[in-house]
């Protein structure tokens, strides 16, 4: 009895998580396609292109920490947060999350 609550609230720690991570996943595609998109699709102003692995390569190994600051303080000619004031912190770190997973799906979360 005991191992078959342990196997059921085990199932339901996992169902919890990957909701989250969708539910960021999902916020994160909202907050890049409101903020982000329009310069990181097209490359203007030398953005690296979110789905182009070769225009990420040489990008920081802290990724996740590294990213986030420069898209809350600006970076080159990207101003902070995408040129919207506004927008929330949390926005900036899904939005951050989905460009990196998008740029290389296979390496680790921070």
């Not at 720690?13 to 969708?22: G, K, P, Q, R, T």
């Not at 292109?49 to 040489?58: A, G, I, Y």
């Not at 190994?61 to 101003?79: F, I, Q, R, T």
């Amino acid at each position: 009895m005991k191992r078959q609550l342990v196997v059921v609230i085990g199932a339901q720690l996992v169902f919890c998580s990957l909701a989250v991570a969708s539910e960021r996943m999902e916020d994160g595609r909202k907050a890049y396609e409101a903020n982000c998109a329009t310069c990181h699709t097209s490359g203007t102003n030398g953005a690296p292109v979110t789905t182009s692995t070769e225009d990420w390569k040489n990008r920081s190994e802290l990724w996740d920490a590294v990213l986030v600051e420069h898209a809350k303080s600006g970076y080159l000619a990207m101003p902070a947060k995408g040129g919207e004031p506004d927008t929330s912190n949390y926005d900036v770190e899904v939005a951050a999350e989905y460009m990196l997973n998008l740029a290389h799906p296979d390496f680790p979360q921070d």
